[in-house]
């Protein structure tokens, strides 16, 4: 088994109402050296490595259901194995 | 003209949907549950507001995997009219029959009242019975309703006149070009925020919505006679 962290963001281009409250609310800490925030969200999966390659799994979940990609992006993280 | 409605666990605008057409239009309408699998013997699909299957992932994202999901794809193929309105139109774009997607409100709030509309094309099946650039009202209430698109698709839709619905006073959601409902090249789906539904009797204090159904059921009787000369 693999353990994947799969990272899902909004693009560059899309707004993030989200990360522009939480970099207001950042703000009013009194941490004024945070410029910006980007929330975004993870998924970790559990994935049996003896069949299909762990890589492609990854890329077609991500793509055919995980992630928007009229709006969104991804990155993963392979770790340790379980 | 027969018209399915279809419910999702977590739809809550069927009822609406249901007695619009069959009460107030008295329409020939039946309720579709999700588990199905065929749509024969209907001329119009109609996809619900709500939160199915509870929003989860993002909204309309797991309705895209029902079993009826395949026949309203092959349904919105051969042409015949498909509408989705809020959640309905989210599932529309997750399931990749219309363009684009609708994001979190820019406000991050979930908006509930009447808003002012223009409406943009009135050659689709669920507009004929409206003016061209009339100003109508509608309700809306929802948390994530803010159309985007890239750029390319955003002058497609202008550049076809997609765009059949688009927010005529104060922008509620951020939507992109201010759009509030949009078709597909055919123009055979629309999806749309605003609840037609919610705006079918005087006594609810609006009839600005009715025309949506009106003019669908006016297509229906345009193509029967179609096909029968």
């Known amino acids: 088994?693999?353990?994947v962290r799969i990272f899902v963001t909004y693009k560059e281009s899309v707004f993030d109402p989200q990360g522009e409250t939480i970099t207001d609310a950042i703000h009013s800490l009194g941490f004024s050296n945070v410029k910006k925030v980007n929330v975004g969200k993870f998924f970790d999966l559990q994935i049996d490595s003896s069949d299909k390659k762990v890589e492609e799994v990854v890329k077609e979940v991500s793509e055919q259901l995980l992630v928007n990609f009229n709006l969104e992006t991804y990155r993963y993280d392979v770790m340790e194995e379980a | 003209m027969k018209i399915a409605v279809v419910v999702f666990p977590g739809s809550n605008c069927d009822v609406d949907l249901f007695e619009a057409l069959h009460t107030v239009c008295q329409a020939d309408v039946e309720y579709v549950s999700h588990k199905e699998k065929s749509l024969e013997s209907f001329d119009?699909?109609?996809?619900?507001?709500?939160?199915?299957?509870?929003?989860?992932?993002?909204?309309?994202?797991?309705?895209?995997?029902?079993?009826?999901?395949?026949?309203?794809?092959?349904?919105?193929?051969?042409?015949?009219?498909?509408?989705?309105?809020?959640?309905?139109?989210?599932?529309?774009?997750?399931a990749g029959l219309l363009p684009g997607a609708l994001k979190q409100n820019n406000s991050?709030?979930?908006?509930?009242?009447?808003?002012?509309?223009?409406?943009?094309?009135?050659?689709?099946?669920?507009?004929?019975?409206?003016?061209?650039?009339?100003?109508?009202?509608?309700?809306?209430?929802?948390?994530?309703?803010?159309?985007?698109?890239?750029?390319?698709?955003?002058?497609?839709?202008?550049?076809?006149?997609?765009?059949?619905?688009?927010?005529?006073?104060?922008?509620?959601?951020?939507?992109?070009?201010?759009?509030?409902?949009?078709?597909?090249?055919?123009?055979?789906?629309?999806?749309?925020?605003?609840?037609?539904?919610?705006?079918?009797e005087a006594l609810l204090g609006n009839e600005d919505g009715l025309r949506v159904f009106k003019s669908l059921l006016e297509s229906g009787k345009n193509t029967i006679e179609e096909a029968a000369f």
């Open chain 2, 108 to 200: 991050l709030k979930f908006v509930c009242k009447t808003v002012d509309l223009t409406v943009e094309n009135t050659k689709t099946p669920f507009t004929s019975q409206y003016g061209e650039k009339e100003q109508i009202s509608l309700p809306i209430a929802h948390a994530d309703g803010s159309y985007y698109a890239d750029q390319e698709t955003l002058a497609k839709l202008e550049e076809n006149h997609q765009i059949v619905f688009r927010y005529a006073g104060e922008n509620p959601n951020g939507s992109l070009n201010d759009i509030a409902g949009i078709t597909n090249e055919a123009g055979n789906v629309l999806g749309m925020m605003p609840h037609p539904e919610r705006a079918v």
């Open chain 1, 1 to 3: 088994m693999v353990n």
């Open chain 2, 44 to 94: 119009a699909v109609m996809l619900p507001g709500g939160f199915s299957y509870g929003d989860y992932l993002r909204c309309g994202a797991i309705a895209r995997f029902s079993n009826i999901m395949p026949a309203i794809v092959e349904f919105a193929k051969q042409g015949k009219p498909v509408f989705g309105t809020c959640n309905g139109f989210q599932i529309l774009t997750e």
